[in-house]
């Protein structure tokens, strides 16, 4: 199976960082968001990004300028009839990623790939809104996109080896690690890494240390680039704890269940970086 043209659903911070490591990579990808104001935010990162690879010597300003060129905007996600691949990067609810894939099923030629980025709803799931569920694979980018190694790519019960194979050299030319994982709550990384988090937070919630001796211990102890509750505020407290919930109820063991101090952060709307207040408060 080729793949030249890459469609990206959602403009966020994770289908901005996909759009550009595969225009990079030299595939035309389009970009599609519903709100205009995500789109001309995702485009100007990606712009950042790529100026900041300039003014460090590390790519060339006409690639910069060709790279840019290769990637289109769109509001609608018509587009999807030319692409050979989408990667859907929209919010993480079920309800609404059903939708985008059948929808996607509609408007895609029957060739077409349909990918999605979840953290941790199942593949099957998704899949089972299409007609074509073994074209139906997870691809799971990790935050920031640019920096970080890893594709973990989810099989779903359908997805067929020609289709896993495809996906694995798409990682590859993209310059990322694919990592085989089959689809059960979480995959691998959230499985072990949100329970770590959330542990985190329970260590903080019961008074055991403050918040910058638990990142402490973790960061210096443990040689981790940034402590767990850091890393929290990075990901979004929302998302960590609806990853949570997808563990607790997919899994059903009370080791799963998230802290009260993280729900409340969330109820506060304190939901970290991103608007300026987690567990730390940024300016
Ligand atoms: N976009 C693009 N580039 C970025 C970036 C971003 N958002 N953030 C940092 N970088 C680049 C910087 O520009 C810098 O590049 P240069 O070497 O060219 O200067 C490089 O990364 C290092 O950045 P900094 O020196 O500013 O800071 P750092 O050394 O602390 O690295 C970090 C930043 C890479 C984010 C590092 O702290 C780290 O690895 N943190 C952990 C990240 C992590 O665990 N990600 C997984 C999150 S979980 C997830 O994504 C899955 C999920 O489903 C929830």
Request: charged residues 25%; proline residues 5%; glycine residues 8%.
């Amino acid at each position: 199976m080729s793949v030249q043209h890459i469609m990206v659903i959602g403009a966020g911070q994770m289908g901005s960082g996909i759009a550009q490591v595969c225009a990079m990579a030299g595939y035309s990808v389009v970009l599609q968001d519903v709100k205009k104001e995500q789109i001309d935010k995702g485009i100007a990162i990606i712009t950042k990004n790529l100026a900041r690879q300039v003014e460090k010597g590390r790519m060339a300003e006409e690639d910069m300028n060709d790279t840019l060129a290769r990637i289109t905007p769109v509001l609608t996600i018509q587009s999807a009839a030319e692409a050979d691949l989408v990667i859907e990067a929209a919010v993480e609810r079920m309800d609404i990623k059903k939708q985008i894939f059948a929808q996607l099923d509609e408007i895609a030629p029957a060739r077409t790939i349909l990918a999605s980025n979840t953290s941790s709803l199942p593949i099957t799931e998704i899949a089972a809104a299409t007609k074509r569920p073994e074209q139906v694979i997870g691809m799971h980018f990790m935050n920031p996109v640019p920096v970080m190694k890893l594709v973990e790519i989810i099989r779903g019960l359908a997805t067929t080896d020609e289709v896993y194979e495809t996906i694995e050299e798409v990682t590859k030319q993209i310059g990322k690690v694919p990592v085989e994982v089959n689809d059960f709550p979480g995959f691998v990384s959230n499985r072990i890494l949100l329970p770590m988090i959330n542990e985190a937070i329970y260590t903080l919630y019961e008074g055991v240390a403050t918040k910058e001796a638990i990142d402490e211990v973790m960061k210096l102890g443990m040689n981790h680039p940034m402590g767990p509750l850091t890393l929290a505020d990075f990901i979004g407290l929302d998302t960590c704890l609806y990853i949570m919930e997808v563990l607790h109820e997919g899994l059903g063991d009370s080791k799963y269940r998230p802290c009260p101090l993280l729900r409340k952060y969330v109820k506060a709307g304190w939901l970290g970086k991103k608007t300026g207040r987690g567990f730390y408060v940024y300016e």
